[in-house]
């Protein structure tokens, strides 16, 4: 019998945890930035870019831990005659390396976005067959981020595809994150910790709270296929919720409040996806709650659990450095509700959005109010 625990033990263990993980010494904590996608599509240009990089500087993200600059898809249109891939013209004049260098001045980092088929979900050149040469580009460019898609593959194998894009990547000598998008079909979580930095889990987020799309997926959707993956992420290899949509117009301000605490506890990357140049102030203090910020990019790197599930209300729990623990409250339903948890006699806890110390409590329980669909994030304090 303890053989057959021991046995079931070690299979669950190999099974569960990735035993190495991609060595190039990248995004130890979870990758910070924008991306141009969930809020401009195809419409970037060179100068939505700048501006977004000069926004994100004074808006204070920059100063908040925001580093990427990422433009998605619909850059390139078309390969020359060396098979180099070229940037569109129209909308991109200077070209990227001036591009990159303008974000490098602005002490950001750049990136760009690619796929692994023949052509991109837009329909743009894909990497498939280029993957060295383009490496090479984007390294040359001053890339530090790429972002690598999954559409016109065909029957391209999954893993293959990505380590070519890997090694290429290493070869052109530059250190640039590997962002793999695959929509978590083939369970990229299983094998992606030494392909990837980051692996996205599951199809297209869009700006509503809770919906289903042919596509894509609300904020409720992916926080419920992201649940069990806790024990994949860590330090340099994360799992992929996809961007946020905090401050797009689906979601109301307690939604986006959600929606980045959720992320914080799932120590998601943090890449923005709305418009920084006209954030409303209170869609600026959600993005910039360094508090919140902390709680994602907590050392430890560990992704946060659902610890308690009442149905209409649950408790996120995640652990972090120095034995400490950020605990989230979340109400899903249309009414205000009342959640507890027990945090011990004697113990305060830390509010990360009112920003003040509560307790200690008689019984040791912290009771809070939650509004409809809004989350109360607290950090158990030591003493
Ligand atoms: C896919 C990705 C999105 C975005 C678009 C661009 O749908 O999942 O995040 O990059 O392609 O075409």
């Given at each position: 019998m303890k053989k057959v625990m021991l046995l079931l033990a070690v299979v669950f263990f190999c099974a569960a945890a990735?035993?190495?993980?991609?060595?190039?010494?990248?995004a130890r904590t979870p990758p910070m930035g924008w991306n141009s996608w969930n809020k401009f599509g195809c419409n970037v240009s060179g100068k939505l870019i700048r501006e977004m990089a000069d926004a994100m500087v004074s808006s204070g993200m920059k100063a908040a831990g925001y580093q990427y600059i990422v433009i998605d898809d619909c850059w390139q249109v078309k390969r020359d005659a060396n098979g180099n891939i070229v940037p569109d013209p129209k909308r991109f004049p200077s070209g990227m390396k001036a591009l990159a260098d303008y974000v490098h001045s602005k002490g950001l980092k750049f990136g760009l976005y690619s796929d692994a088929g023949t052509a991109t979900c837009q329909n743009r050149p894909g990497s498939r067959g280029y993957e060295f040469q383009d490496a090479r580009q984007y390294a040359a460019w001053g890339v530090d981020y790429l972002k690598y898609d999954w559409c016109n593959t065909s029957t391209q194998n999954v893993q293959a595809s990505y380590a070519i894009m890997r090694d290429a990547l290493k070869a052109s000598g530059r250190p640039i994150v590997f962002s793999i998008c695959e929509w978590g079909v083939d369970d990229p979580w299983k094998w992606a910790a030494d392909i990837g930095n980051l692996w996205r889990t599951t199809g297209d987020i869009t700006d509503c709270w809770d919906c289903t799309g042919v596509y894509t997926r609300g904020v409720m959707q992916i926080l419920d296929q992201e649940a069990d993956l806790w024990s994949y992420a860590g330090p340099g290899h994360w799992n992929d919720p996809d961007m946020l949509e905090v401050g797009n117009p689906g979601l109301s301000l307690e939604e986006s409040r959600a929606h980045f605490s959720l992320w914080a506890m799932l120590a998601a990357p943090l890449i923005a996806g709305n418009d920084l140049r006209s954030m409303p102030a209170d869609i600026r203090e959600i993005l910039t709650n360094k508090e919140v910020i902390a709680v994602d990019q907590d050392p430890l790197g560990h992704q946060g659990q659902r610890y308690r599930d009442y149905g209409d209300t649950e408790v996120w729990s995640k652990e972090l450095a120095g034995h400490a623990e950020a605990y989230l409250l979340l109400n899903r339903s249309q009414t205000p509700r009342e959640i507890s948890l027990y945090v011990g006699k004697g113990k305060r806890v830390r509010d990360l959005w009112k920003h003040e110390d509560l307790g200690p409590f008689a019984d040791g329980f912290f009771r809070a109010r939650v509004v409809p669909h809004g989350v109360v994030m607290v950090k158990v304090l030591a003493k």
């Amino acid at each position: 019998m303890k053989k057959v625990m021991l046995l079931l033990a070690v299979v669950f263990f190999c099974a569960a945890a990735p035993t190495w993980a991609l060595d190039n010494g990248l995004a130890r904590t979870p990758p910070m930035g924008w991306n141009s996608w969930n809020k401009f599509g195809c419409n970037v240009s060179g100068k939505l870019i700048r501006e977004m990089a000069d926004a994100m500087v004074s808006s204070g993200m920059k100063a908040a831990g925001y580093q990427y600059i990422v433009i998605d898809d619909c850059w390139q249109v078309k390969r020359d005659a060396n098979g180099n891939i070229v940037p569109d013209p129209k909308r991109f004049p200077s070209g990227m390396k001036a591009l990159a260098d303008y974000v490098h001045s602005k002490g950001l980092k750049f990136g760009l976005y690619s796929d692994a088929g023949t052509a991109t979900c837009q329909n743009r050149p894909g990497s498939r067959g280029y993957e060295f040469q383009d490496a090479r580009q984007y390294a040359a460019w001053g890339v530090d981020y790429l972002k690598y898609d999954w559409c016109n593959t065909s029957t391209q194998n999954v893993q293959a595809s990505y380590a070519i894009m890997r090694d290429a990547l290493k070869a052109s000598g530059r250190p640039i994150v590997f962002s793999i998008c695959e929509w978590g079909v083939d369970d990229p979580w299983k094998w992606a910790a030494d392909i990837g930095n980051l692996w996205r889990t599951t199809g297209d987020i869009t700006d509503c709270w809770d919906c289903t799309g042919v596509y894509t997926r609300g904020v409720m959707q992916i926080l419920d296929q992201e649940a069990d993956l806790w024990s994949y992420a860590g330090p340099g290899h994360w799992n992929d919720p996809d961007m946020l949509e905090v401050g797009n117009p689906g979601l109301s301000l307690e939604e986006s409040r959600a929606h980045f605490s959720l992320w914080a506890m799932l120590a998601a990357p943090l890449i923005a996806g709305n418009d920084l140049r006209s954030m409303p102030a209170d869609i600026r203090e959600i993005l910039t709650n360094k508090e919140v910020i902390a709680v994602d990019q907590d050392p430890l790197g560990h992704q946060g659990q659902r610890y308690r599930d009442y149905g209409d209300t649950e408790v996120w729990s995640k652990e972090l450095a120095g034995h400490a623990e950020a605990y989230l409250l979340l109400n899903r339903s249309q009414t205000p509700r009342e959640i507890s948890l027990y945090v011990g006699k004697g113990k305060r806890v830390r509010d990360l959005w009112k920003h003040e110390d509560l307790g200690p409590f008689a019984d040791g329980f912290f009771r809070a109010r939650v509004v409809p669909h809004g989350v109360v994030m607290v950090k158990v304090l030591a003493k």
